[in-house]
């Protein structure tokens, strides 16, 4: 089976566990992405993890654990709109100790490079488990619903699965100007112009099928999947070619790990909760 067809049943594999989690149970979806952001700090850690480099890699996924474990459960449970505050809030105030930790535990370590270790270490959580919190945050918070799922939280996974094939398909037939050579030598200009076009065309569609979520938002919501998740892309793909690898695993066949799959959102959700937050649509 070419790589092409293995890509898209696996995405198109993804997509239906997913929305069908959304649909079904805000604890199945995530109990999901529990085990993604495990495995998701398992790749991590253990890509980094050098003879000159040894983060805390159990310290790491339990703390990116309890991060992510801490920030679903609380918006899991009920409470009353005057908390909803401080439950929102939890996703960037918990990782302030777990951070303090971080020095705590190295003191005790025999490793070189301590403090190269610590900040290998933060990054981890930082990087991986806290955007995945905040996809649990957007789950659970959203008051905007469409065929019992959250609005946002589909909308974001819909423009973030089109943009990446659109630009994944087009780029790879028509794709001639390279859009950032020296970190991801196979993205194009025009396979990020076609992934842009259908980005924001769905948004306008899914505006007309939710008119609940004023158009401002959706094309907010499209713009920022486009500008911060190409930079997730171009992130990641400067970690790997910063270690001489090609993909950061391959558990999911035909896109490598579970890094290289959820690129794109790992640096696009802060930016599009912190959006909607003071927008107050969450």
């Not at 993909?247 to 959006?275: C, E, K, N, Q, W």
């Amino acid at each position: 089976m070419s790589n092409f067809w293995t890509r898209t049943i696996t995405g198109l594999s993804m997509v239906f566990i997913l929305l069908a989690a959304l649909w079904f149970s805000g604890w199945v979806f995530m109990v999901i992405f529990l085990v993604i952001n495990i495995l998701g700090l398992w790749e991590f850690y253990g890509l980094i993890t050098k003879e000159e480099i040894q983060p805390q890699k159990y310290y790491g996924i339990a703390a990116g654990t309890l991060l992510y474990v801490v920030t679903a459960v609380t918006s899991l449970i009920p409470h009353s709109p005057e908390d909803h505050l401080w439950f929102s809030l939890i996703p960037f105030i918990l990782p302030i100790p777990l951070f303090s930790l971080t020095f705590i535990v190295e003191v005790y370590r025999k490793r070189p490079n301590p403090l190269v270790n610590i900040a290998v270490t933060t990054l981890g959580f930082y990087y991986v488990s806290l955007p995945f919190s905040l996809l649990i945050y957007f789950n659970n918070a959203d008051v905007l619903h469409f065929w019992g799922m959250p609005v946002i939280l589909v909308g974001y996974f819909i423009f973030t699965w089109l943009y990446d094939t659109a630009a994944y398909l087009y780029g790879r037939q028509f794709g001639k100007h390279k859009l950032f050579e020296r970190i991801s030598p196979k993205k194009t200009w025009e396979g990020t112009i076609a992934g842009a076009i259908v980005t924001l065309f769905s948004a306008f569609l899914l505006h007309l099928l939710v008119t609940d979520l004023p158009l401002t938002d959706w094309l907010a919501l499209a713009s920022m999947v486009l500008f911060f998740g190409t930079q997730g892309d171009l992130v990641e793909s400067l970690i790997k070619r910063s270690l001489n690898i090609k993909d950061s695993g391959s558990i999911l066949p035909g896109h490598g790990g579970i890094l290289d799959r959820f690129d794109t959102m790992l640096i696009s959700a802060p930016f599009v909760f912190l959006y909607f937050f003071f927008r107050h649509v969450i």
